[in-house]
């Protein structure tokens, strides 16, 4: 049976966890993956603590279940680290983090309190605000998430992507641009260990 | 065959765009989660101009089904879409819907009632509503809530059988979670669904009728008892338009789902999203040499008790999964009537009951291996220790 | 052992810890109480919602002329008093809204990043040690 990559997003209310999470299904599915995307089911606030998951596979994706053990945990606002919501949860010893944050990924091994698999960071907050012209660190988290995992090929992904922020933001090319610069930059300036 | 697209959609986003192709006459509606996306989609295709519906904000979903029923009476093609305490709401009218022999088509997105107040997975509300005369189909993924919605329409104006439908998907796990479908396109659901000619309704000066008048002692019964053989009908009207869709699209639907049941030894009854996930736990009990099985329930009103009992004649231990609990303390509505519909094989099969998932709690593959380990040890002992059992509660 | 469950519940320490020992996520079904009733009141203070801030209003004292404004707008009682003078956030519930910054007239309140501000307390505790 194909191996299932798991992924869990955190994120607050408003910074596009979910819509990270539904984005990058659509994105794998356009390139003929089997997909699930789906936020963890309480009722979202703005700034609340908010997580979100994807399955990716080869094969078709039966079960329904939540997600207890993922391979990627992405974080999207730091301040989650060390907060209420345990973001280590159920991440085993291969398991990968990508998180924004301008921090080094060895400071943040040490804030994550691991010290095996894989850390790596990405500023997506400067990112974004450099070429999105707001902090909004979703899309450049998706494309440091793409170079760490290959889980699709990016060209493809930028591809899908950009159909979708023209469907979305037909009358602001500039959002459009500046999101896939975004993506592109993320892609670029991941780094971890 | 037809034109196909593959998309990924969370199941809101694909039941919308079933009515969305439909393009009901009226839709009069009132937001509750996790329905709430699906008339919201709409609107947004109303407000643009994507479809020729007469959308109806409502105060309530008592409201929302009476405006319903109003429209349907009036000779319109009419749909709605709720949840939980949002179809307890409704009740009333929901009886009133059927009664009328009004073919509407309601998207149920399946929720706990309250109290105290949970907004996840839960199957209560349909359930609850198992008396009310309405068609019920279950849908284990956006998928098949899709395709659901589009045959509905077909098997509520058949004339044989005029009853309402009711298409149910598990909130938040299919509702608010993407997966890839298939949708087809337009014209081929604007073909297949047809236009909606109703025989008699209100709105028609030159043949005037009244419909839903006092009813006495002397006529009710006989009403009711042409009630009971259109849902009877409506079985019939579910498999042939299973095929026909099959047809279209290559997925043919009929009143259940055998996987692997054929020389199962154990198995289990289970509907919508958990039937996925025990799919997967069947896989890998086949895997060791087990004898496992899955009978996926897809139509639970009418029930088709002798289609069942054909199917699981075989079987030695069934483990019935109920996502609500009747409080009956008989166990579940889907194992009372399991158990039932097997009384006259005569045969020793052990039936179970297992009350999961309520309120949203979660199930996964390891608990369909315990549960089936469970049903194993039932078959070598021959002993049932506790009938009915609540899966995954603290205790 | 207090367990925050899937939505990291805080039913709080103390006196409001009643209501935490009761209602627990480990709980077994005949230990709760009953209906999900809970028995015990004032314990929405126990949910802190100050995890929900990404950025923190700041006190600067020297401006500040204790006029309250910003205590009579806090829509989550997230300004501490005393003596009818401004006393503190309560950094426990305040969940960044801003509008005491917008809503003070002498710009007595700075509104920085959380991440900053979490920077700046673990530099002053560096310092302290």
Same mark, same amino acid.
Not at chain 2, 31 to 52: K, L, M, W
Not at chain 2, 361 to 369: C, K, L, Q, V, Y
């Given at each position: ?55 990716? /596979? ?136 | ?27 009069a509606?009132y ?25 109806v904000?409502v105060e309530s979903e008592h409201s929302a089904m009476s405006a319903t029923v109003g429209a349907a009476a009036?000779?319109?093609?009419a749909?709605t ?8 709401l409704m009740?009333e009218v929901l009886?009133i819907a059927? /009664? ?296 | ?129």
């Amino acid at each position: 049976m194909a191996k299932t990559l798991e992924i869990r997003w955190h994120g607050r209310g408003g910074q596009g966890a979910k819509t990270a999470a539904l984005l990058l299904a659509q994105s794998a599915s356009q390139v003929g993956k089997y997909v699930q995307g789906f936020p963890e089911y309480g009722p979202e606030r703005m700034g609340a603590p908010v997580t979100a998951f994807n399955r990716i /596979s080869d094969g078709k994706i039966r079960v329904h279940s939540s997600i207890k053990e993922p391979d990627v945990v992405v974080i999207l606002d730091p301040t989650l680290i060390g907060a209420t919501t345990d973001v280590t949860a159920g991440v085993g010893p291969d398991g990968v983090f990508i998180v924004n944050t301008n921090r080094s990924p060895q400071e943040i091994r040490k804030q994550l309190g691991i010290d095996k698999g894989k850390v790596y960071t990405v500023d997506a907050n400067k990112i974004s605000e450099e070429t999105i012209g707001r902090v909004i660190p979703n899309t450049p988290m998706m494309g440091a998430l793409i170079k760490v995992t290959g889980i699709i090929p990016y060209e493809a992904f930028i591809e899908d992507t950009k159909k979708q922020l023209e469907k979305k933001f037909s009358s602001k090319p500039e959002v459009i641009k500046g999101n896939l610069k975004a993506i592109e930059r993320a892609y670029q300036e991941v780094k971890g260990e | 065959m037809v034109n196909t697209k593959k998309v990924a959609l969370t199941g809101n986003e694909a039941v919308a765009q079933a009515m969305k192709q439909i393009n009901p006459d009226v839709v009069a509606a009132y937001p509750i989660t996790p329905q709430t996306e699906i008339v919201q989609f709409f609107s947004s295709f109303v407000a643009n101009g994507q479809v020729d519906t007469e959308f109806v904000t409502v105060e309530s979903e008592h409201s929302a089904m009476s405006a319903t029923v109003g429209a349907a009476a009036g000779g319109a093609r009419a749909m709605t879409a709720t949840s939980a305490n949002g179809l307890a709401l409704m009740w009333e009218v929901l009886y009133i819907a059927a /009664s009328n022999r009004l073919p509407i088509v309601m998207p149920v997105v399946n929720r706990a009632l309250s109290a105290p107040i949970n907004i996840h997975c839960d199957h209560a509300d349909s359930m609850g509503a198992r008396d009310s005369g309405w068609i019920q189909l279950y849908s284990e993924n956006a998928q098949e809530a899709y395709d659901n919605v589009i045959q509905a329409i077909r098997i509520a104006e058949h004339p044989d059988v005029l009853l309402p439908v009711m298409v149910t998907m598990d909130g938040f796990i299919i509702s608010h979670a993407l997966e890839n479908l298939e949708i087809i396109d337009d014209d081929a659901v604007k073909e297949f669904v047809g236009e909606y000619k109703p025989d008699m309704h209100l709105l028609d000066p030159d043949n005037p009728i009244t419909m839903g008048p006092l009813d006495l002692y002397d006529f009710y019964f006989e009403h009711k008892r042409q009630q009971a053989e259109a849902m009877k009908n409506a079985k019939k009207v579910i498999l042939e338009v299973g095929k026909e869709y099959g047809k279209l699209t290559g997925r043919e639907y009929g009143l259940f789902e055998k996987y692997k049941l054929d020389d199962a030894e154990e198995a289990i009854i289970v509907l919508n999203s958990a039937a996925g996930t025990a799919k997967e736990a069947v896989d890998a009990l086949r895997e060791k040499g087990k004898k496992a099985g899955l009978l996926k329930l897809r139509v639970f009103r009418p029930f088709p008790y002798q289609e069942i009992a054909d199917a699981l004649k075989h079987v030695k231990v069934v483990g019935v999964m109920d996502r609500s609990e009747g409080f009956s303390d008989f166990g579940g509505p889907v194992f009372s009537q399991v158990r039932s519909a097997l009384y006259d094989l005569k045969q020793d099969i052990k039936v179970v009951n297992y009350i999961y998932g309520l309120g949203g709690r979660d199930i996964a593959e390891e608990d369909f291996a315990k549960i089936f380990g469970n049903l194993e040890k039932i078959k070598t002992t021959g002993k049932i220790d506790n009938l009915v059992s609540y899966y995954g509660v603290r205790e | 052992m207090t367990s925050g469950g899937p939505f990291n519940r805080n039913f709080g320490q103390g006196d409001k810890g009643k209501a935490a020992a009761a209602i627990t996520s480990d709980k077994e079904w005949k230990d709760l109480p009953r209906a999900g009733i809970i028995p015990f009141a004032g314990n929405a203070e126990s949910y802190e919602t100050g995890d929900w801030r990404s950025k923190r209003p700041v006190w600067i004292k020297e401006k500040c002329v204790h006029c309250l404004m910003c205590w009579r707008f806090c829509p989550d009682s997230a300004i501490v008093p005393d003596n009818g003078k401004f006393k503190e956030f309560d950094y426990h519930h305040c969940k960044g809204c801003g509008i005491c910054v917008n809503v003070c007239p002498t710009k007595a309140i700075e509104f920085i990043g959380e991440d900053d501000a979490v920077a700046d307390e673990e530099a002053q505790e560096k310092e302290k040690i």
